[in-house]
Protein backbone atom coordinates (compact mmCIF):
# COMPACT_ATOMS: atom_id res chain seq x y z
CA UNK A 1 0.00 0.00 0.00
CA UNK A 2 1.60 3.03 -1.25
CA UNK A 3 1.74 6.26 1.73
CA UNK A 4 -1.02 7.83 -0.28
CA UNK A 5 -3.72 4.55 0.14
CA UNK A 6 -2.69 4.69 3.77
CA UNK A 7 -3.55 8.47 4.26
CA UNK A 8 -7.06 7.40 2.76
CA UNK A 9 -7.81 4.38 4.86
CA UNK A 10 -6.71 5.63 8.24
CA UNK A 11 -8.98 9.34 7.28
CA UNK A 12 -11.77 6.60 6.33
CA UNK A 13 -11.11 5.32 9.90
CA UNK A 14 -11.45 8.55 11.33
CA UNK A 15 -14.70 9.31 9.45
CA UNK A 16 -15.89 6.33 10.93
CA UNK A 17 -15.27 7.93 14.34
CA UNK A 18 -17.00 10.85 13.61
CA UNK A 19 -20.71 8.78 12.58
CA UNK A 20 -20.10 7.26 16.24
CA UNK A 21 -19.31 10.40 18.06
CA UNK A 22 -22.59 11.83 16.53
CA UNK A 23 -24.64 8.51 17.35
CA UNK A 24 -22.97 9.58 20.61
CA UNK A 25 -24.93 12.86 21.11
CA UNK A 26 -21.74 14.62 19.79
CA UNK A 27 -20.81 16.64 16.93
CA UNK A 28 -19.27 14.54 13.94
CA UNK A 29 -15.54 15.06 14.32
CA UNK A 30 -12.89 11.68 14.63
CA UNK A 31 -8.94 11.75 14.36
CA UNK A 32 -6.55 9.04 15.00
CA UNK A 33 -2.95 8.95 16.39
CA UNK A 34 -0.84 6.71 13.67
CA UNK A 35 2.82 5.50 14.90
CA UNK A 36 5.90 5.67 12.38
CA UNK A 37 4.92 2.64 10.78
CA UNK A 38 1.35 3.61 9.97
CA UNK A 39 0.10 1.40 13.61
CA UNK A 40 -2.80 3.36 15.21
CA UNK A 41 -1.91 4.30 18.91
CA UNK A 42 -5.45 6.11 19.40
CA UNK A 43 -8.60 7.14 18.63
CA UNK A 44 -10.66 9.49 19.46
CA UNK A 45 -14.32 11.18 18.33
CA UNK A 46 -15.15 14.14 19.78
CA UNK A 47 -16.97 14.33 23.86
CA UNK A 48 -17.80 18.24 23.78
CA UNK A 49 -21.56 17.82 24.03
CA UNK A 50 -21.90 14.48 26.07
CA UNK A 51 -19.10 15.54 28.45
CA UNK A 52 -20.25 19.59 28.80
CA UNK A 53 -16.59 19.90 28.05
CA UNK A 54 -15.62 23.29 25.12
CA UNK A 55 -12.43 21.47 24.78
CA UNK A 56 -13.61 18.60 24.23
CA UNK A 57 -12.96 18.31 20.34
CA UNK A 58 -11.42 14.73 19.04
CA UNK A 59 -7.95 16.24 18.13
CA UNK A 60 -7.74 18.18 21.90
CA UNK A 61 -8.66 14.94 23.81
CA UNK A 62 -6.39 12.39 21.79
CA UNK A 63 -3.47 14.72 21.99
CA UNK A 64 -4.47 14.98 26.35
CA UNK A 65 -3.99 11.49 26.13
CA UNK A 66 -1.14 11.15 24.06
CA UNK A 67 1.16 13.36 25.81
CA UNK A 68 0.53 11.19 28.82
CA UNK A 69 1.34 7.99 27.15
CA UNK A 70 3.95 9.31 24.23
CA UNK A 71 7.24 11.06 25.15
CA UNK A 72 7.90 14.38 22.67
CA UNK A 73 10.27 12.40 20.83
CA UNK A 74 7.99 9.70 20.00
CA UNK A 75 5.01 11.57 19.14
CA UNK A 76 7.61 13.75 16.74
CA UNK A 77 7.60 10.46 14.76
CA UNK A 78 3.84 9.99 14.46
CA UNK A 79 1.07 11.37 12.25
CA UNK A 80 -2.25 12.77 13.71
CA UNK A 81 -5.30 11.82 11.58
CA UNK A 82 -8.61 14.03 11.50
CA UNK A 83 -11.72 13.97 9.61
CA UNK A 84 -11.66 17.62 9.15
CA UNK A 85 -8.98 20.42 9.38
CA UNK A 86 -8.24 21.12 13.20
CA UNK A 87 -9.37 24.21 13.86
CA UNK A 88 -7.27 26.88 15.98
CA UNK A 89 -7.08 25.23 19.68
CA UNK A 90 -7.16 21.78 18.15
CA UNK A 91 -3.68 23.31 16.11
CA UNK A 92 -2.42 24.62 19.34
CA UNK A 93 -2.69 20.99 21.18
CA UNK A 94 -0.56 19.16 18.13
CA UNK A 95 1.87 21.87 18.24
CA UNK A 96 2.24 21.99 22.31
CA UNK A 97 1.73 18.09 22.57
CA UNK A 98 4.89 17.70 19.43
CA UNK A 99 3.02 15.83 16.65
CA UNK A 100 5.48 15.65 13.60
CA UNK A 101 2.30 15.62 10.88
CA UNK A 102 -1.22 16.44 10.11
CA UNK A 103 -3.50 14.49 7.67
CA UNK A 104 -7.01 16.12 7.43
CA UNK A 105 -10.02 15.08 4.92
CA UNK A 106 -11.88 18.42 4.60
CA UNK A 107 -10.89 21.93 4.98
CA UNK A 108 -12.02 24.25 7.60
CA UNK A 109 -13.21 26.20 4.76
CA UNK A 110 -15.34 23.72 3.70
CA UNK A 111 -16.11 22.95 6.97
CA UNK A 112 -17.78 26.45 7.30
CA UNK A 113 -19.99 25.81 4.27
CA UNK A 114 -21.26 22.58 5.69
CA UNK A 115 -21.98 24.00 9.45
CA UNK A 116 -23.31 27.72 8.14
CA UNK A 117 -23.95 30.10 11.70
CA UNK A 118 -24.11 27.30 14.15
CA UNK A 119 -23.39 28.43 17.28
CA UNK A 120 -22.18 24.86 17.71
CA UNK A 121 -19.24 25.16 15.77
CA UNK A 122 -18.81 29.13 15.30
CA UNK A 123 -15.88 28.42 13.00
CA UNK A 124 -12.54 30.01 12.90
CA UNK A 125 -11.05 31.38 9.77
CA UNK A 126 -7.85 30.18 10.46
CA UNK A 127 -6.17 27.21 8.64
CA UNK A 128 -3.63 24.91 10.92
CA UNK A 129 -1.44 25.37 8.26
CA UNK A 130 -0.57 29.29 9.65
CA UNK A 131 -1.29 28.35 13.30
CA UNK A 132 1.92 25.85 12.66
CA UNK A 133 3.66 28.36 10.65
CA UNK A 134 3.81 31.19 13.92
CA UNK A 135 5.72 28.19 15.47
CA UNK A 136 9.28 27.32 15.81
CA UNK A 137 8.54 23.58 14.44
CA UNK A 138 8.15 22.72 11.10
CA UNK A 139 4.97 20.38 11.48
CA UNK A 140 4.32 18.88 8.47
CA UNK A 141 -0.08 19.13 7.29
CA UNK A 142 -1.12 17.24 4.17
CA UNK A 143 -5.03 18.20 3.20
CA UNK A 144 -7.70 17.88 2.26
CA UNK A 145 -7.55 14.53 0.86
CA UNK A 146 -10.28 14.80 -1.97
CA UNK A 147 -10.67 11.09 -1.85
CA UNK A 148 -12.33 10.82 1.33
CA UNK A 149 -14.14 14.49 0.63
CA UNK A 150 -17.74 13.00 -0.19
CA UNK A 151 -17.64 10.37 3.20
CA UNK A 152 -16.22 13.60 5.46
CA UNK A 153 -19.11 15.34 4.42
CA UNK A 154 -21.95 12.50 4.60
CA UNK A 155 -20.82 12.16 8.18
CA UNK A 156 -22.38 16.07 8.63
CA UNK A 157 -25.14 15.51 6.32
CA UNK A 158 -28.47 16.60 8.48
CA UNK A 159 -26.51 17.61 11.67
CA UNK A 160 -25.80 20.95 11.02
CA UNK A 161 -29.55 21.98 8.96
CA UNK A 162 -31.25 20.14 11.95
CA UNK A 163 -29.76 22.27 14.76
CA UNK A 164 -30.29 24.90 12.70
CA UNK A 165 -34.19 23.94 11.57
CA UNK A 166 -34.62 23.21 15.10
CA UNK A 167 -33.44 26.82 16.56
CA UNK A 168 -35.33 28.49 14.20
CA UNK A 169 -38.44 26.63 14.45
CA UNK A 170 -38.14 27.87 18.89
CA UNK A 171 -38.02 31.63 17.21
Same mark, same amino acid.
Given at each position: MSEHESHIALLRRCVELSVAARKSGNTPFGALLAGPT???????GNVEITE????????????ETASKRYSKAELWACTLYTSAEPCAMCSG?? %???? @?? #?VVFG?? $? &? *? *? &??? !????????? *?? *??? #????? #??? +???? @?????? $??? &???IAAH?? %?? !? &? +?? @??? !?? +??
Amino acid at each position: MSEHESHIALLRRCVELSVAARKSGNTPFGALLAGPTGDVLLEQGNVEITESNCTGHAETMLMETASKRYSKAELWACTLYTSAEPCAMCSGSI %YWGN @VG #RVVFGIS $E &A *L *L &AEL !TGADEQNPT *LN *LPC #REVFS #RGC +KPIE @VIGPIH $EVE &AEAIAAHSG %YW !T &A +KL @VET !TD +KI
